[in-house]
């Protein structure tokens, strides 16, 4: 998109007017914060983690030279295929399982009854509390022994799982965790629902639309632009999960290890930390960044593409 | 009203609500009362939910073990200073790109747009390297200049705000010889205000609940910000869960009142993402 701005001007510079370059400097001005922001923050690292991920760097000595060997060592890494099976599962399960919830919320929220605000307080509540926080909450909510979850499982005599402690149910934690905060979802999904023409739904019940035709047929399409727009910030905020599991994996005081146990809460951003501003490995560490960068490039494309077929934006 | 009809408009949905609301809102229950229990009462069982007696030493201890009064005022520092930086750079970029006729503005939106979509990751280590030669590190300087260039998310949204205001207002303002700048700071600003202070809470919220950019920049113990003092009680005192959950709850107090006071602000951002279609 950069090379738009210096191929296009020159062409139509020449017939510019005074009041054309006066806007031009004017609009340049205004938004240079942002191009002066840009440019260190965002271009000249992206370019130079590119460069990084080609050396061997700790930040003490200058960087040397490896060329593809760090991509070579991160195909061979066994913490990198793990970190990448968690996150997907992540992406493919608890993703869904909370725009879901967020969906039901939201469609909860959007009836007509008496007291509607308050629920509507209650459930962004949890989504405000700060993520450090709310994990430590959990933490002690999922105690095997002490914790109310379990308190409240065996009371009903269902299986009380170990949780946190348990690989097998360390991200089905973090995914209750997630649906605890899914009422932020829902605040955007309400938003959405009540743009939706009450005359589409009036027009259906005079067809004769149940109450889930009515959901599949009008609410499914008018909501699927916000949809898409969640799923895909879902799908990129899934790979840069890092706060909640390096609390309930205890954080440092677990041996120094990131990643619970049996590394069932090493994620993408995780494992990059660790190699990064643990283990020094900054040359490593871009390499995963820039693997990282191609994939959520490849899904957020992909998730693009597919939307063709199921996202209608409104004829307004 | 039918029978059929008063289930399906009240009975259901007060049922539904009521069910959710409670799954919502009992962890915080739990939270204050566990922070209010005795180191004993906590793993008695079967539990109580009510504490025998209010344990309110339980915060004085959080308070004494660390000093959490220290960490808030070095996060509220750390707020400030990004709040200021948003307030300054985001307004100027989105009114660059909403109400000044120029061939940068698409340019720009669509660059903004696609930067909401790039994992931070990626520019983490440069930036990280960056600021080590600086000498920066365990400053706040890496936590709080980014905000000085303003933020997508806060662009994009000063940005449909500022669609949305007449364009008569400053053509008049303009036909009185008022300079882009004057009709920026004295009649669009001040119009913008509530969605001023939208960006001012997303900001404040923001910097409050970071870990990973503290974790990552701040070393030194007399630096921290809140949330690594809470991480830090949680490596020393893991099992004193009164402890904890009193840290939390001291932790989860501003947000709250935030919350409850700048209740429309929230709604309003929720809203603006409507925006995208």
Redo the contacts between chains.
């Keep these: 998109?950069l090379e738009?701005?210096s191929s296009?001007?020159p062409r139509?510079r020449r017939g510019w007017t005074r009041k054309?370059w006066h806007?031009?400097w004017?609009?340049?001005?205004?938004?240079s914060?942002?191009?002066?922001?840009?440019l260190?923050?965002?271009v000249?690292?992206?370019f130079?983690?590119l460069y990084?991920s080609l050396t061997e760097y700790d930040?003490f000595n200058p960087p040397k030279w490896v060329g593809m060997d760090n991509y070579a060592a991160i195909m061979k890494d066994r913490s990198f295929y793990k970190s990448i099976s968690n996150t997907l599962f992540m992406a493919f399960i608890s993703v869904p399982v909370t725009l879901f919830s967020s969906l039901l919320?939201a469609l909860?929220l959007n009836?007509?009854?008496k007291g509607?605000r308050y629920?509507r307080?209650?459930?962004?509540?949890?989504a405000?509390?700060?993520?450090?926080?709310s994990a430590?909450?959990?933490t002690?909510?999922l105690?095997p022994?002490?914790g109310?979850v379990n308190?409240f499982l065996r009371w009903v005599h269902l299986p009380d799982p170990a949780w946190l402690l348990d690989p097998r149910f360390t991200k089905p934690s973090l995914i209750l965790m997630g649906l605890?905060g899914s009422?932020a979802g829902a605040?955007?999904f309400?938003?959405?629902l009540q743009?939706v023409p009450q005359t589409y739904y009036e027009a259906a019940q005079v067809d004769g639309a149940n109450w889930w035709h009515r959901f599949w047929r009008i609410t499914v399409p008018a909501l699927s632009?916000?949809i898409l727009?969640q799923l895909?910030?879902g799908l990129?905020g899934a790979?840069?999960i890092?706060?909640e599991s390096?609390?309930l994996a205890?954080?440092?005081?677990s041996g120094g290890a990131l990643g619970g146990p049996g590394q069932s809460l090493l994620f993408y951003?995780v494992n990059?930390?660790q190699e990064?501003?643990i283990n020094l490995k900054?040359g490593y560490?871009?390499a995963l960044?820039?693997i990282?960068?191609v994939i959520?490039m490849l899904i957020?494309l992909l998730v693009l593409k597919t939307s063709k077929r199921w996202v209608y934006?409104?004829g307004e | 009203m039918s029978a059929g009809k008063l289930l399906r408009t009240k009975i259901f949905p007060h049922t539904m609500l009521i069910l959710f609301a409670f799954f919502f809102l009992f962890p915080f229950v739990w939270l204050v009362f566990t922070s209010l229990k005795s180191s004993n009462e906590i793993f008695e069982l079967p539990p109580r939910i009510l504490p025998e007696s209010f344990q309110w030493s339980n915060y004085k201890a959080a308070f004494q073990t660390v000093p959490f009064g220290h960490y808030m005022l070095n996060t509220l520092v750390i707020c400030v200073v990004c709040i200021v930086g948003q307030l300054f750079a985001s307004p100027l970029v989105a009114y660059s790109i909403s109400r000044i006729p120029w061939v940068g503005s698409k340019i720009i939106f669509a660059i903004v747009l696609a930067t909401m979509i790039l994992p931070s990751q990626v520019q983490l280590i440069p930036q990280y390297i960056i600021f080590a030669k600086l000498g920066w590190i365990n400053t706040i300087l890496p936590l709080t200049i980014g905000a000085f260039f303003g933020a997508p998310f806060y662009i994009f949204l000063l940005r449909q705000f500022l669609l949305g205001i007449p364009k008569e207002l400053s053509e008049a303002a303009k036909m009185d010889g008022a300079s882009e700048f004057r009709i920026y700071s004295q009649i669009i600003m001040p119009t913008l205000k509530p969605a001023l202070a939208t960006v001012a809470l997303f900001t404040f919220v923001g910097a409050y609940t970071d870990f990973m950019g503290p974790l990552i920049y701040l070393n030194d113990a007399a630096k921290w910000t809140l949330t690594l003092g809470l991480q830090g009680f949680q490596q020393d005192h893991g099992a004193q869960w009164e402890k904890l959950m009193a840290a939390s709850t001291i932790m989860a107090i501003p947000m709250i009142l935030l919350y409850f006071f700048g209740q429309k602000y929230y709604m309003q951002s929720g809203s603006a993402f409507t925006g995208f279609k």
């Excluded at chain 1, 004017?26 to 938004?31: E, K, M, S, V």
């Excluded at chain 1, 307080?121 to 949890?126: A, E, G, K, N």
């Design positions: 998109m738009t701005i296009a001007a139509r054309e806007y031009f004017l609009g340049l001005i205004f938004a914060p942002w191009i002066i922001g840009f260190i923050f965002t000249y690292p992206f130079s983690s990084f930040l919320i909860l009836f007509k009854v509607i629920y307080t209650i459930f962004y509540l949890p405000v509390i700060p993520g450090v926080a430590l909450l959990w002690w909510m105690n022994d002490f109310l308190i605890w009422g605040l955007i309400l938003a959405a743009g632009p916000i727009f895909i910030m990129i790979f840069q890092f706060t390096y609390i205890g954080g440092k005081s951003a990059l930390y990064a501003f900054m560490a871009s960044a820039w990282l960068f959520v957020t934006y409104g």
